[in-house]
């Protein structure tokens, strides 16, 4: 009797078994509830016509957008996304060859389909989405949105504004001129040997690598002036300078958003190029209502969404939100309390019945006059409040270096002041810290786990279109943790 499994010494040679039986093989060894079935069964799911179309009848057969999409969806889903790591599984991975039908495309397909079918894989962020509408998995009534910056495909050095653009371009320039007179020499010289033929070639290829520089470099210049832009970067003309998470380096990144109901499903996601927040969360409101037909009811977003007119936004939508302001944190630590800060403005407390503030020194403050204040971005009005009694107060020093203090409140203020009574409440405290559990581990998961901490692709729409595909990896992995079998697609 044998204490091991029977093994061969040489490997067998597998000329002979047809892929039908291979893959029958493979079937029975990979188990029902695999990562690797579901995606099949959903990606077969989608409708890939518009893909399809994009493909000639004549000229040599391709692999069919449903296996592309696959392997695309479960290379994301896994932290596998370099197409030519992605080659390799399909000859070395029993699930990237399930996947694949045992077809291997060379990693320059997989690129150019990823590249060349990015608007359709917005699309498929969408449809799956609806998958898990439709098996009554996921309501979007509480919705939870962050974002995270990842690095673009760009250096930092090729970032540059009118200025530098300039000087680099007069250095390339006067390269150019060096090289062309070193040609002449080299040109000039009655020897031509083997020698000056070589030399003659490099240069020309120097040359040529100047001259695509230059005209990259004039090109910028252009669009910067036609855009009226400050900086651009020459790899990446989307990608903008940001400060990557608590790291001091400024690169050229994208900001990348997402929007996560209570169940932890990613139902918008979009990359953009500002990297403030403060703008985002209409549009990331906006997306999931689109993208999952039902009406947003309650949100929760840290500091770097608040501003006045994101408050009014969900007020006038009737949405619960939870948006801490930006000295939220110092108002709860009771900052504003200590003596230094006895005059801050969190101090005055407004009197309705007269419309006015009551300053700690129990004197009251007038309205006065609403101001106006418009930047390039913004607009907003001010409701000026001006002293009565300062001119006799023995604290003026400490309180203002004008005549008169004047405190001029938003007046969107009142919405302000009722935010932070909710986040002070326990339940408002609850909602609030939900986030920890429901879009914070969504960008743990896929830059420290998955490693996305950049993208591989160039420009706005295929680095969105990228980042969805990240997001769709995730969806998927949710819908095996919700329990959602392949059978059930
Ligand atoms: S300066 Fe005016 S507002 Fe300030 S404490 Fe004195 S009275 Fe009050």
Redesign the pocket.
Known sequence: MSKFKPFHEFQKPLVGISHEAFLDYIETVIPADHLCRLVKEVVFSLDTEAIEAKYSFNGQKTYHPKLMLSLLFYGYATGVRSSRKLEEKCISDQTYIYIMQCYNPDHRTISDFRKNNTKEIGAYFVDIIRIFNELGCSHVGKLHIDGTKLRSNASGKRSKDQKGYEKWLSEITEEIDKLIKEAEVIDSQEDENCKAAGQQEELKQQLTDRHYLKSKIENALKAMKAEDRKKTNLTDKDANLMKAGGSKDVRPSYNCQAAVTDEGIIVAAEAVTEANDRNQLKPMIEQTETNTNELVEEVAADSGYASYTNYEYLDQKGIDGYVPDDHFRQYKRGEYEKEEKR?HYSN?KYDESTDSYI?????P?KYWKTRKNKTKKRQWHHRVYQ?R??RE????S???KSE??ELLIDTRDPLLQKMREKLSSEEGKKKYFKRQYTIEPVFGHLKYNLGYRDFLLRGINKVTAEFKLMCIGWNIKKMLKLGIMPEMI
């Open positions: 005059y005055f300053c700690p020194e129990g004197k403050l002293g009694k300062c107060c023995t604290k003026r400490l309180c203002t008169v203090r």
